[in-house]
């Protein structure tokens, strides 16, 4: 069963996963077509006076299309026995592969968000995006640009507000 | 005494005290002085596979020229009866006022950074700027624009490593 938490309640876990084999972001085109990515970066706090998840994803990922159209993700913490499905959401892409239906995996009607919810995941953050900014090369350190930009391919980062946390009870 | 943590020990304090009074955000100039600034906003977790610690300054702060000028900060939360002192420091700019005296502040030095700590918080962030993006309107809801940004001056986003954290023990 799925409640209602904060973000204190789910902070721990989601680091953890964040530090480990990552998490898994949710969203879904104007289309109609859900996907979902595996995310190993991501930021929680406040910012605009409002609580806030912000996600990375770069101009090549399918990820990126869905939310340039809709401005809305899921972020959810998977399990500790799903680490095959989030190793294999982070090494195909969603132009080629349906992950959800490939993984079996079962979804859950958003709340606030049309992006669904993984249901085996143990906690769920449904986003609505109200600001983006560009990473552009000027303004890293040369330590970052020569571990994480070797081809480009800039992340746009994404804050979106988070409009509700459930966790499994 | 001030003990090393994690991120995990001091989440809870740090995301009270944002959506409370705010955080004391230290820096210091290339002249070697002091500045402490209160910031209501902030996001943790990890981007660019290192624990990073975002904080948004806008260019008319005084902050924001040493932000420019060292690149470090270290985010101190503070005691429940420093409520008067963070007020102080969100109205008042260190260009005009050394806050530190003012308010009687015992700083402590910094063991990664050159920013030091603020004796009586509660908890340390010490963070090196790896990393900046900007907030410019185009990329920005139209919500946001209305409440944060009515007179522009549109902030610099500050990601931060978090070298070490401390607590009190």
Same sequence: chains 1, 2.
Avoid at 136 to 143: C, G, N, Q, R, T
Wanted: aromatic share 8%; hydrophobic share 35%; proline share 3%.
């Amino acid at each position: 069963m799925k409640v209602e938490c904060s973000i204190e309640d789910v902070f721990d876990v989601t680091k953890r996963n964040l530090e480990g084999g990552g998490l898994l972001l949710t969203s879904v085109g104007s289309d109609g077509q859900n996907n979902v990515m595996t995310i190993g970066w991501g930021l929680v706090g406040r910012l605009w006076s409002k609580p806030v998840f912000m996600v990375a994803v770069r101009p090549t990922r399918h990820t990126f299309k869905l939310l340039e159209e809709t401005n809305e993700f899921t972020v959810n913490v998977p399990s500790d026995d799903m680490d095959e499905t989030v190793a294999y959401c982070g090494k195909v892409s969603g132009r080629d592969h349906d992950k959800i239906q490939e993984r079996g995996l079962t979804l859950l009607s958003g709340k606030n968000v049309v992006s669904p919810m993984i249901e085996s995941c143990v906690a769920h953050y449904e986003c609505k995006v109200i600001g983006k900014s560009m990473v552009v090369p000027e303004l890293l350190s040369s330590d970052v640009l020569g571990t994480s930009y070797t081809s480009g391919d800039y992340h746009t980062l994404y804050y979106g507000i988070i409009l509700s946390i459930l966790m499994n009870r």
